[in-house]
């Protein structure tokens, strides 16, 4: 069966990097995309970006732009988002899901930020 | 990037009576290939989302058929039949034909 497994929680301090992982399994790793959704205490979903499984070819909302990587590892069907800069409005449960038509997800990952 | 606009917000609802919640586009979704690009899920507080309809009218695997996802173009709508008190939880739709997706703000259902 399909699974995506991300990473445990993150704390950090205004300023630095995350680094989220999702491994998936139970299918043919490059034949999807992986997105990412975020949602913050209180607030909707946003998504962030997805990126491909085949090429890994990303493709960012333009609000993360500049502070934001998506990658993935083949050879472990690992994908990886690394936000960096972090700020407090980052404090959120990050998800993966495979893409297109998100039906499987990853359990999340809450990320806090805090000095 | 495209705006969805979803109508209501917070839905209060009876167990055993119809909601319905809509979702409304800045663009068509409508795609060449004659699908429309709108999905809906459901978030509950400690899960991950759950995809209920996906390209407008199709219902995922495993859903109820009390939810209905009907639509096209602009105006999509979500219906569910007749309320249970598991469908309590945010709704969003989401649409996925440009490159930048995006979701709707959220329509809140709860039982009365």
């Known amino acids: 069966q399909v699974q995506l497994v991300q990473s445990g929680p993150e704390v950090k301090k205004p300023g630095a990097s995350v680094k989220v992982s999702c491994k998936a399994s139970g299918y043919r790793f490059a034949t999807y995309g992986i997105t990412w959704v975020r949602q913050a205490p209180g607030q909707g979903l946003e998504w962030m970006g997805g990126?491909?499984?085949?090429?890994?070819?990303?493709n960012y909302a333009q609000k993360f732009q500049g502070r934001i990587t998506m990658t993935v590892e083949t050879s472990t069907s690992t994908a990886y988002m690394e936000l960096r800069s972090l700020r407090s409005d980052d404090t959120a449960v990050y998800y993966c899901?495979?893409?297109?038509?998100?039906?499987?997800w990853g359990q999340g990952t809450l990320v806090t930020v805090s000095s | 990037d495209i705006v969805l606009t979803q109508s209501p917000l917070s839905l209060p609802v009876t167990p055993g009576e119809p909601a319905s919640i809509s979702c409304r586009s800045s663009q068509s979704l409508l795609h060449i290939d004659g699908h429309n690009y709108l999905d809906w899920y459901l978030l509950k507080p400690g899960q991950p989302p759950q995809l209920l309809i996906y390209l407008g009218s199709n219902r995922a695997s495993g859903v109820p058929d009390r939810f209905t996802g009907s639509g096209s173009g602009t105006d999509f709508t979500l219906k569910i039949s007749r309320v249970e008190a598991e469908d309590v939880g945010v709704y969003f739709c989401m649409q996925a034909l440009q490159k930048v997706w995006t979701f709707g703000q959220g329509t809140k259902v709860e039982i009365k």
């Open positions: 990126i491909s499984g085949y090429n890994g070819n990303p």
């Open positions: 899901a495979r893409a297109t038509m998100l039906r499987y």
